[in-house]
């Protein structure tokens, strides 16, 4: 980032089902033999081959300027060893090509849950405090190559995020 470009606090609040639902849902743990209801992953991966990983990732901080999205399929995101993490999100908006910067919205993730990121949504992160933390990822196999759209706010704006 340039000494000249603006960061802009962004406050983060503690992730819901109810404050994350414009941007996917957060699952939690439930009973075994549980039938399948809308409070588990409702997710949209039939436009490839599914990839279900573990990403390490190492000093992420809480800045960021890029802001990406999916625009083929759901992404589910969640961490291992119980490590909390932040996520900054907007809106999908389909017939845009950048998100709506007043709609961009910062989320604190316990451990003990995971997010699925609707398709569409614009997402940063994971961002988190940590030495490294470790994050499983499921979405398709080729989603970093062929559906990958990232919005750059260095270039358009001049403006950084830093999540509080």
Not at 86 to 115: D, Y
Request: net charge neutral; glycine share 6%.
């Amino acid at each position: 980032m340039s000494a000249l470009s603006r960061i802009q606090e962004l406050p983060s609040q503690l992730i819901t089902p109810e404050n994350f639902q414009p941007y996917g849902q957060v699952i939690y743990a439930s009973k075994d033999g549980k039938n399948f209801d809308q409070e588990d992953a409702q997710l949209n991966l039939q436009n490839g081959i599914p990839r279900f990983y573990i990403m390490r990732l190492q000093k992420k901080g809480r800045k960021f300027h890029q802001i990406t999205r999916h625009i083929k399929c759901t992404q589910c995101l969640g961490s291992l060893d119980g490590k909390d993490w932040l996520m900054a999100v907007c809106p999908p908006n389909n017939n845009m090509n950048e998100p709506v910067l007043s709609k961009i919205a910062a989320f604190r993730i316990p451990g003990n849950c995971f997010i699925k990121l609707s398709v569409g949504t614009w997402h940063a992160g994971p961002y988190f405090d940590h030495e490294f933390v470790d994050f499983y990822n499921l979405e398709l196999s080729d989603t970093n190559v062929v559906d990958h759209f990232t919005h750059n706010f260095l270039k358009s704006h001049n403006l950084a995020f830093e999540m509080i």
